[in-house]
């Protein structure tokens, strides 16, 4: 098995099971829009993470890949000439976007998976996708177009699976044993295996605080526990689930013999 089938078979070991997910009355995936706003809020004007450097260093126009609310990217305002966010999430689109015009940013949104939506891009000086490839099955056509598309490109992810701290809760509320990969080094392997050799920085950061009631809440749903099960969860969950988490960001500049002359549209 290479390196890439393994990251792939990894990430599908965390499929809910079956019997499990019919018995959700919420889907378990969604996540809370107030996570990545109040993600963007926090470092807006503040620079701080070695993500930020990358983007800082290289500048000029950008391309955010699984924008959010723009906390990858819209730091960085003061180095970035135009940028682009493509998300799934519509709603957070225009959170960014309100963030971008505040900034008197010059700023493009689009609706879409990357790299389903590589065609509407241009040719940028960064590319930039943070806390998105753990939801990425087949890296290999998701790196090449990054890599098509930008001079430079930068990833950010979590040491491990974000997942994996809930492991022990479903250990203890369905008796499952959940998957420990993969994991950032299994990243690397898998880029190296693609062609790519990126320099690999370690760091880490305060978990961001989140509202005890919202916790519970988005984790029930995770868990897919009924709603009848909410005081039990809570019970489980205090003291809070607050600590250090430990990222990695992957920076490398692709390798071309030419490089196309298409730029990305100014216009919001």
Not at 36 to 51: C, E, K, W, Y
Not at 69 to 93: E, F, M, Q, W, Y
Not at 125 to 137: G, H, S
Not at 246 to 255: A, G, H, K, N, Q
Request: glycine residues 8%; hydrophobic residues 40%.
């Amino acid at each position: 098995m290479t390196a890439v089938e393994h990251w792939g078979e990894e990430l599908a070991g965390w499929a809910i099971p079956p019997e499990i997910l019919a018995r959700a009355e919420e889907s378990p995936w969604g996540v809370s829009r107030n996570v990545f706003v109040r993600r963007a809020d926090r470092q807006l004007g503040t620079p701080s993470t070695p993500t930020h450097q990358a983007v800082l260093d290289y500048g000029g126009t950008v391309l955010d890949v699984g924008a959010g609310a723009g906390a990858a990217s819209l730091p960085c305002a003061r180095a970035i000439t135009h940028v682009t966010a493509i998300d799934t999430n519509i709603k957070l689109l225009a959170e960014f976007a309100v963030r971008a015009a505040a900034l008197s940013l010059p700023y493009r949104t689009i609706e879409g998976h990357w790299p389903d939506a590589a065609n509407e891009v241009g040719f940028v000086d960064v590319a930039v996708c943070a806390n998105v490839l753990y939801n990425v099955p087949d890296l290999s056509p998701f790196v090449e177009a990054l890599g098509r598309h930008a001079r430079r490109v930068v990833l950010e992810l979590t040491e491990s699976h974000p997942l994996t701290a809930m492991n022990d809760l479903w250990k203890r509320f369905h008796n499952l044993d959940r998957p420990h990969g993969p994991t950032a080094d299994d990243a690397v392997i898998a880029l190296r295996e693609l062609g790519v050799e990126p320099e690999v920085v370690r760091w880490q950061q305060p978990s961001a605080p989140v509202p005890f009631d919202e916790l519970v809440a988005v984790t029930r749903r995770r868990l897919c526990l009924g709603a009848d099960r909410t005081e039990e969860l809570a019970a489980a969950l205090a003291g809070g689930r607050s600590g250090t988490r430990r990222m990695i960001t992957l920076v490398w500049s692709p390798d071309r013999t030419a490089e196309p002359s298409k730029t990305p549209p100014t216009g919001r």
